[in-house]
């Protein structure tokens, strides 16, 4: 069985979920995994700010647009009327159950709740769909077998066991359609797996069942080799392996949810990134190996703040290290990239809520430095300890760009540099021009 997550835009209007059908109605059996329709997610987010304020007349107003919006989907969407009806009934629903919150106080849990109406909203439309133009589907509840733990992390033992047991309800089925983004977590409440979470449905599900395949579809033909908005000329990366994807989606290449490949690497299952509005595009395959060793991509990630640590007391001691590293731990603040003299480190952070707790804290160690607006530049390949050459080539392309740190052999697919941001651009431009 393959898993097929399609992305907001790939069910962004009536149409494309009318062109939706032809990339799923095959005999190969599927789950399908749908995100909410674009913009809603956004949409039901200011909807909860209100609530949250208090803002009632904003909340009703946000509400009567989101539900006109609906309207005319539908209205595209069906053809015969006994469909409409149903979709029309299904809506007024969920615009209700968005009203109810007038009246009571607002929790979290509701904001969860409000969340997850878009991708149920999705996917039954879509299921309603396929019931008139006579496609057999059977609708999943991912509330059913989507399952956090205490740490907030999949609970994969319960997520294997419960979905097991909603597939077996259907044996002769081939097409399952379920929500993306949407679980319940350890307490039993409704919650979600963060913005973007949708493809980290599809690969927690492809782990679980021991899927042939997992597809992430969604606007753009396959992860480029670089920033497509900045440098012309990108093309689609062919294969990745597991590593050196999740390096690319973590630094930057906003395609990919970037704790999604964990699942299919724990499985060993192939990713395959594909586009909608190209459907017979290549795309990016992910899996085990990395194929051909050269240098695959460049990717940046902006809003980082680098803080160099000055200390006489790192000299020739031990635990320095661990202190600096504590204070961060503390503070839940993760660490990027890290280099080290015998004097100083420096490190990079992307979340500077805890900034000034942490350089308090610091400064009982050494003088401390701060750099804000600094952008990380991760050049992404097959790097082994035993090939020559490639650090060459990077910082021979970079040789008229100012660089405040390096990091290479952390792993064997990464090289990472930290540049001004003012800098990025002509980084990205002229890596593209040395490396491809
Ligand atoms: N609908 C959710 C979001 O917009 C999840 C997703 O699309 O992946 O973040
Ligand atoms: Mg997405």
Request: charged share 25%; glycine share 6%.
């Amino acid at each position: 069985m393959k898993v097929l997550k399609f992305g907001g835009t790939s069910v962004g209007s009536a149409l494309r979920m009318h062109k939706l059908v032809e990339l799923i109605n095959n005999n190969e059996p599927k789950i399908v995994v749908l995100s909410a329709m674009s913009g809603t997610t956004n949409a039901l987010v200011e909807i909860a700010n209100a609530f949250h304020q208090r803002n009632f007349s904003r909340a009703t107003e946000l509400i009567k647009a989101f539900e006109n919006n609906y309207l005319n989907v539908i209205d595209e969407l069906f053809a015969t009327i006994t469909s409409l009806h149903k979709a029309e009934k299904f809506l007024e629903e969920k615009i209700d159950l968005l009203h109810s919150f007038s009246k009571k106080g607002f929790s979290n849990a509701d904001e969860c709740l409000v969340l997850a109406q878009g991708e149920l909203i999705s996917t039954t439309l879509f299921h309603y769909y396929l019931e008139e133009i006579k496609i057999e589907s059977v609708l999943l509840p991912a509330l059913e077998f989507m399952r956090t733990d205490a740490n907030e992390e999949p609970d994969m033992k319960q997520i294997e066991k419960l979905i097991e047991e909603e597939l077996k309800k259907y044996p002769s089925q081939k097409l399952f359609i379920t929500q993306g983004y949407i679980c319940k977590n350890a307490k039993g409440e409704i919650d979600n797996l963060k913005r973007g979470g949708s493809d980290y449905t599809a690969t927690i599900i492809g782990a679980a069942i021991d899927s042939s395949e997992i597809q992430i579809w969604t606007d753009i033909d396959g992860m480029h080799n670089n920033d497509p908005r900045v440098v012309k000329n990108t093309h689609p990366i062919a294969q990745l392996s597991f590593d050196e994807a999740a390096e690319l989606a973590y630094f930057g290449a906003k395609i990919l949810h970037p704790t999604c490949i964990l699942p299919a690497k724990d499985k060993k299952i192939p990713v395959r990134l594909l586009n909608t509005m190209q459907p017979e595009a290549a795309g990016t395959l992910i899996n085990k190996e990395s194929q051909g060793d050269n240098i695959k991509a460049v990717a940046a990630k902006d809003g980082i703040t680098a803080i160099k640590i000055k200390s006489g007391r790192m000299l020739l001691a031990y635990g320095f290290l661990s202190t600096v590293f504590e204070i961060f731990e503390r503070n839940k603040t993760s660490i990027d990239m890290i280099t080290t003299s015998e004097v100083a480190v420096s490190l990079t952070i992307d979340n500077t809520k805890n900034l000034e707790k942490i350089l308090e804290e610091l400064k009982e160690f050494g003088t401390v430095d701060v750099d804000e607006n600094q952008t990380i530049i991760c050049i992404v390949g097959d790097f082994e300890a035993d090939k020559q050459g490639y650090a060459v080539k990077v910082f021979d392309s970079l040789k008229n760009i100012p660089i405040r740190m390096i990091s290479y052999g952390g792993s064997e697919n990464n090289i990472s540099v930290l540049v001004n941001s003012e800098f990025k651009n002509q980084a990205l431009v002229a890596l593209n021009e040395g490396l491809f």
